[in-house]
């Protein structure tokens, strides 16, 4: 029986939660999957490092959101030159685009393996729901159903319990990480690094506070009107830490999963989602791969609208549109056309001879570049008076969302200078 306490704490949470679980997307999902067929656990350790700079990054995000009222897309305009401001919308606009399609991609491919047909007919209805999802759906019904989306991801839970775990072995990978430093092992761990600490979760999670703002009547930014700060920077707290720990279990599952399964029987080449679910029928068994196959198509429903949502969000405010999922398509007609273009482009590349493996791995690391520059601007914005007023951020949160974008880069330009050479 859920008691009334768990309820209440449930209902607390939102776009911490989403966000987090909007990270585990058909492209994600792949990323860990070749991680774990590539390299066995030998690339589990990053994501228990990643966690709480995670954690600390996306509460930078919420806080630069709850605090000024404004997205950071809209920050951006008012405080940093016009350059910054369409370089990052652009460089954004542009990956998450290419995510939808590798995303939509893998969902229509997922659907053909349980029942058949043709993936592409599935991707474009895919298109065609996300669309109509975003633009007929009012907020306060959309956050609660991008909510209980979120237990789509309990799929990859249900395929760790049918498989043998050798704690032993992943215990001493994770104390004690198997680092290579080769460029397929750099590549892909940027890779990792791009779809964990993803740009389109910055803006995403900045706006979704800011409609959490303007749906409650009386809330106030709190620059402006610092009544109750405390309890709604615990709960944005709260519902940070929650979300992304849950996020990051789920990647440390998928990528134990294969690991034991596909790396254990020779199978290191896993380029998308569908294919890693593919791949475990013959090994983990018929429940296994389809509880693989369900958890793509759910975990794409849940981050299409993230990523189309996102890029509109920078798009219009960087524009000055209204914006806002709160608002009907009639008010806020530019922000819904970005979310219909982008998610039109994502299923159109579908259509055309982009190679999806390539598409899903270089967004990854497309989002892992990105993210540095990001990282940086967002963290100064967060320091600064004249932005967040009194509620600069903490020493201690400055020093994990700085070392957050300083092995970001790291990461970046050892994978740079492994190409190179």
Known sequence: MITRATRR??????????????????????????????????????????????????????????????????????????????????????????????????????????????????????????????????????????????????????????????????????????????????????????????????????????????????????????????????????????????????????MVSTAVTLHGAGIHDIQTSAQAAEALKPIAGELAFALFAAGIIGTGLLAVPVLAGSAAYAVAEAMKWPIGHARSPHEAKGFYAIITLATAIGVALDFTRLDPIKALVWSAILNGIVAVPIMAVMMRMATRPEIMGSFVITRRLQRLGWLATGLMAIAVGAMLVALWV
């Open 9 to 254: 704490f449930f209902g607390r949470l939102g776009p911490g939660l989403i966000t987090g679980a909007a990270d585990d997307d058909p492209s994600g999902i792949a990323t860990y999957s070749q991680a774990g067929a590539q390299f066995g656990v030998g690339m589990v350790w990053s994501v228990f490092l990643t966690t709480p700079l995670m954690v600390g990054i996306q509460v930078v995000s919420a806080r630069i959101g709850r605090v000024t009222g404004h997205g950071i897309a809209r920050n951006l305009r008012d405080y940093y030159p016009r350059p910054l401001l369409w370089s990052v919308v652009s460089l954004l606009a542009i990956a998450n685009t290419i995510n939808i399609a590798a995303d939509i991609g893998a969902m229509g491919e997922a659907l053909r393996l349980v029942i058949g047909g043709s993936p592409i007919v599935y991707a474009f209805a895919f298109g065609v729901v996300a669309v109509l999802f975003q633009l007929l759906v009012p907020y306060q019904r959309l956050a609660p159903v991008l909510k209980w989306l979120t237990l789509s991801l309990f799929a990859y839970v249900g395929v760790v319990l049918l498989v043998h775990i050798p704690w032993k072995e992943l215990v001493i990978a994770t104390l004690v990480p198997p680092v290579e430093l080769t460029r397929d092992y750099l590549l892909l761990l940027v890779g990792v690094l791009g779809t964990t600490i993803s740009p389109y979760l910055f803006f995403w999670q900045a706006s979704q506070e800011v409609e959490e703002l303007r749906a409650n009547r009386g809330d106030e930014p709190l620059r402006e009107h610092p009544t109750h700060a405390r309890s709604h920077l615990r709960r944005i707290k709260i519902d940070t830490w929650f979300g992304m720990a849950f996020s990051n279990a789920i990647a440390i599952a998928i």
